[in-house]
């Protein structure tokens, strides 16, 4: 199977041009504002799935299918992401996917299990939108800086998910309602959109001076092994993130944890990824080293699931930092994605590619989970199946390391 074509060095992207220091600006607070919102939206879920069955009644089938919504509607949603991004461009198509999310975020607050079901999905489309088109987003915006900025992307993930994880349970117990706590997200996506507004309409100004790109199939991608490649180690790394942030608070209740304790480890966890995340990008910056940041993070994930089947829930909190470890693995992803082709559009169709059959592939990691433990009544079953997950992630992202070579520039 042939490799992809080589990068182009005399393609220069759009960003390459000069730009003033204000719209560089605009461009950083959305880069920052959007991160904040992609992970906010499921781990503040994740943190009161057990008080929200509660009280809202729903049965087993639900539980498992809420945490396995974000990775269905991701498949779904992204793939639509390319051809929104031709017709509206990059930061037209995020303006959308910004308004989409704070319209399904504020819905969850009605308290009716359709609801939460409804605004989760419609929430997760706008989750999924922004998914896809922020590496290109990043490519085209930070052509040079493309390192730190996917490092700055990645680590307002984690602050967003760290701040929801622990403040969902005190929110939702102030509110009087999981329901109400869990919508108070909204308003920091409505935040985003707010931002965004002026930089859409800055962008219009050198719209008409750009040519117009050919556009790049991502089924093409298909018949390439980097393609293959990346495909699989995206969906293995998103099978292990999504199934960790939907059930491990649920794992720790079930071991006697009070939910409020579960969150905030859930917190700790997230936390953690944030300096894994900036070790990991000094390592592939400074020393070129991708395969050992790799290895770091599907090991570190590996013991910290381990951990959770061996230790005492005294060191859960030790179980959470070597999971956040892992967790880091998801900015290397992204930076091989960012440099998979000769311009934003090519790397826009390798991110449909990854993230669509990516996020669809991990949806059997939640629901999977979900059902292995009402089947079995323990959780030990399906942590012992994410430890073998880190195996494939580990040979994978192996591969994918030895593509590092052909990236078109170096990373600043």
Known sequence: ??????????VTPASARPVSRGFMLISLTAVVLVGFNLRA??????????DLQLYLGYGPFVAALLPSIPTLVFAAAGAATAWLARRLGLTGTLLLALCVLTAGLGFRALPTTWALLAGTVVAMCGIALCNVAMPSFIRQHFAHKTSMMTGVYTITMSIGATAASALSVPLALASGSPTIGLATWSLLAFAAVLAF??????TRVEKGTAPKPAGTSPLSLLRTKRGLVITGLFSVQALMA??????LPSVLIFRSMSPAQAGVILGVLQLTSIPATIFA????????????AIIMCSVGVALGIAGLLVLPLSLAWL????????????PLVLLVISHSGDTAEEATA???????VGYLLATSGPFGMGLLFAATGSWTLPLILLICIA??????GVVAASYRKTIPERVQ
Not at 281 to 292: E, I, Q, T
Not at 350 to 356: C, G, P, R, V, Y
């Open 242 to 247: 999504y199934s960790l942030m939907s059930w």
């Open 281 to 292: 990008l000094w390592l592939v910056n400074k020393h070129n080293m991708l395969r050992g």
């Open 350 to 356: 390798m991110s449909t590619l990854a993230q669509s």
């Open 391 to 396: 195996g494939v992630q580990l040979v994978l």
């Open 319 to 330: 179980c959470a930092v070597s999971m956040g470890v892992g967790f880091a693995v998801f």
């Open 41 to 50: 939206g499921i781990t503040s879920a994740s943190a009161l799935f057990h």
């Open 1 to 10: 199977m042939p490799n992809a074509p080589e990068p182009n060095p005399a």
């Open 197 to 202: 507004i002026p930089f859409v309409f800055m």
